[in-house]
């Protein structure tokens, strides 16, 4: 008896300082466990072998590439085409409370966008579209990344495209008004830096970064800037640690893209997004050319698409922009 009273005590002294040690703010935690699947779930999954894909032969393998002017911006994290300055590249980056930077195709520093009153977490992908105002367009920041699965939101910042007349270094663009589009996943807090916005339906999509998979969350237009939006799953998809994508000005193209490959979609008209991605896309040229690729986007005009790069962990190297020339 004295023996089974010693082990319960001993048992009840071991359980109070596991709890202590699982629950002290100082202590090591462990990751979140991803929630099993949902055997109601109906989210549509890709059937294509991403290892036997096609390479599309519509633009050119080898990129024209362009040193940044300037360097200290070490952390580039997506590019996006400016649909109302012709010429005009969004980059942003990958660092709390990062301004939109302005640069163009020849790298050039044309100063930067401020969103007063922002306060970013980390900010991962940005991309130009549509929103509420016909014949407008906007910037969308995309403050969705979370390495270690901590957040119960995420974020996407949108506001108006600002008219830049002759910017330069010294330019510096002051959004006061920047609509917060907050957004909640189902039942677990991902990391992700790929957001698309269909210019089609207006409707906001961020993609998963995951190891060999990929989960497509929907924000249907009109996305509320008062509530938390709860995103819907769309699309499965097998696509490895996703960096960056985007959708063309038209809608009619969709690229995706990790650190060492990107990927191409044609969508014809009628399809949904994820109906089009649904469908096995085409390897779209990278010439490997970047220590850790994270942007990719569409020129405005079509006539190719843009990669960037972060550089901040590799001494010596230099950031620059390649951009593969669609074939005449």
């Given at each position: 008896m004295k023996h089974l009273i010693l082990s319960a005590f001993a048992y009840c002294f071991l359980c109070v300082a596991c709890s202590k040690s699982n629950n002290d703010s100082g202590g090591t935690t462990n990751p979140p466990v991803e929630p099993p699947a949902n055997p109601a779930d109906t989210t549509p999954s890709t059937k294509y072998d991403i290892t036997q894909l096609a390479a599309t032969t519509i633009f050119e393998t080898s990129p024209v590439l362009t040193v940044m002017q300037r360097q200290d911006y070490n952390e580039l994290s997506g590019v996006a085409a400016s649909v109302l300055n012709s010429g005009i590249l969004?980059?942003?980056?990958?660092?709390?409370?990062?301004?939109?930077?302005?640069?163009?195709?020849?790298?050039?520093d044309l100063g930067k966008i401020v969103l007063e009153g922002v306060s970013t977490t980390n900010p991962e992908d940005i991309s130009v579209g549509p929103g509420p105002e016909s014949g407008k367009t906007y910037i969308y920041l995309a403050d969705i990344g979370d390495n270690k699965h901590t957040r119960t939101t995420v974020a996407v910042y949108r506001f108006e495209e600002p008219v830049l007349s002759n910017p330069n270094a010294q330019t510096e663009i002051h959004i006061s008004n920047?609509?917060?589009?907050?957004?909640?996943?189902?039942s677990y807090a991902y990391n992700a830096e790929t957001l698309l916005i269909d210019p089609v339906t207006k409707d906001l999509f961020i993609a998963t970064k995951e190891t060999a998979k990929?989960?497509?969350?929907?924000?249907?237009?009109?996305?509320?800037?008062?509530?938390?939006?709860?995103?819907?799953?769309?699309?499965?998809?097998?696509?490895?640690?996703?960096?960056?994508?985007?959708?063309?000005?038209?809608?009619s193209a969709i690229l995706l893209r990790n650190k060492s490959q990107i990927w191409y979609w044609k969508r014809s008209a009628g399809q949904?997004?994820?109906?089009?991605?649904?469908?096995?896309?085409?390897?779209?040229?990278?010439?490997?050319?970047?220590?850790?690729?994270?942007?990719?986007?569409?020129?405005?005009?079509?006539?190719?698409?843009?990669?960037?790069?972060?550089?901040?962990?590799?001494?010596?190297?230099?950031?620059?922009?390649s951009f593969y020339k669609r074939k005449k």
């Open positions: 969004y980059m942003h980056n990958d660092a709390k409370n990062s301004p939109v930077v302005i640069t163009n195709a020849k790298g050039e920047a609509a917060k589009i907050t957004l909640k996943y189902p990929s989960t497509l969350y929907k924000a249907a237009y009109p996305q509320s800037t008062s509530a938390t939006i709860d995103l819907v799953s769309v699309l499965y998809m097998p696509f490895d640690l996703l960096t960056s994508g985007d959708v063309s000005v038209d809608g949904s997004l994820a109906q089009a991605l649904l469908i096995a896309p085409e390897m779209a040229p990278y010439a490997g050319n970047e220590y850790q690729g994270e942007g990719v986007g569409f020129a405005a005009d079509g006539s190719g698409y843009y990669t960037n790069t972060e550089i901040r962990d590799y001494p010596g190297a230099v950031s620059n922009i």
